[in-house]
């Protein structure tokens, strides 16, 4: 049983769009972190978001941590093909790390 | 600040062989944790190693083990590959405190590693 949840699995959209991903579970953590993975590579960390409700923005993506510290989303405006990649949340429980099913992004030029 | 290295980079063996996989964390880091890789299952925790003891461990085969060193370089070993063996694995070190408000994970570029 995966304790972290994301939402979809699979996005395709086209250069300019707007999409959100969704990373759900029932438990609370300390901290969430969002990476992005492109192929034949290790995942690189976006972001860590640490607060209850705490929204963190990275030029055109947005980050938010859920008021009761189990969920988090990530928004991005104006998509652009170099967005491409697999998008993998992960939370951590004091020195363990949860991480999602991940959400593979193609953005079509 | 140099980041997570792994070697090497491609690494392709034949079913019953075993295979050591090197990770170098991020200096200052005292904790490893390795993960296994692929397009069915996804991340998948293998073990956490922090001050050369293993802390935590995944749900995998003895075939799979690891050690850390007193300068926290990892190696994690997979003895008797098989077919399924077949995945990216992926070394991420952190702090690894565990008194702290939050700790995060940085990645290395993961090591390839085919099975025929």
């Known amino acids: 049983t995966q304790l972290l949840e994301q939402s979809p699995q699979f996005l395709s959209i086209q250069e300019g769009e707007n999409l959100t991903v969704y990373c759900n579970s029932s438990?609370?953590?300390?901290?969430l972190q969002w990476y992005r993975q492109e192929p034949g590579e290790g995942p690189v960390l976006l972001v860590t978001?640490?607060?209850?409700?705490e929204v963190k923005k990275l030029k055109r993506l947005t980050f938010q941590f859920g008021d009761a510290r189990k969920d988090s989303s990530l928004h991005i405006t104006a998509a652009q093909p170099g967005d491409t990649g697999l998008y993998l949340c992960?939370?951590?429980?004091?020195?363990?790390?949860?991480f999602g099913t991940g959400t593979s992004l193609t953005v079509i030029p | 600040k140099a980041g997570v290295t792994q070697t090497p980079r491609y690494l392709i063996k034949t079913r019953g062989q075993q295979v050591t996989l090197s990770c170098s964390p991020i200096?200052?880091?005292?904790?490893v944790s390795w993960y296994q890789q692929t397009p069915g299952q996804g991340l998948q925790f293998l073990f956490e190693?922090?001050?050369?003891?293993?802390?935590n461990k995944g749900n995998f085969p003895g075939r799979f083990s690891g050690r850390q060193f007193s300068n926290s370089r990892s190696e994690m070993n997979v003895s008797t590959l098989e077919l399924g063996d077949s995945a990216l694995y992926l070394c991420?070190?952190?702090?690894?405190?565990?008194?702290?408000?939050?700790?995060?994970?940085?990645f290395g570029p993961g090591t390839r590693l085919t099975v025929l």
């Open positions: 991420a070190s952190s702090l690894g405190l565990a008194g702290a408000p939050y700790n995060e994970q940085f």
């Open positions: 438990s609370v953590f300390s901290s």
């Open positions: 978001v640490v607060t209850g409700g």
């Open positions: 992960a939370g951590a429980r004091g020195v363990q790390f949860y």
């Open positions: 200096s200052g880091h005292r904790s």
């Open positions: 190693y922090f001050s050369e003891t293993q802390r």
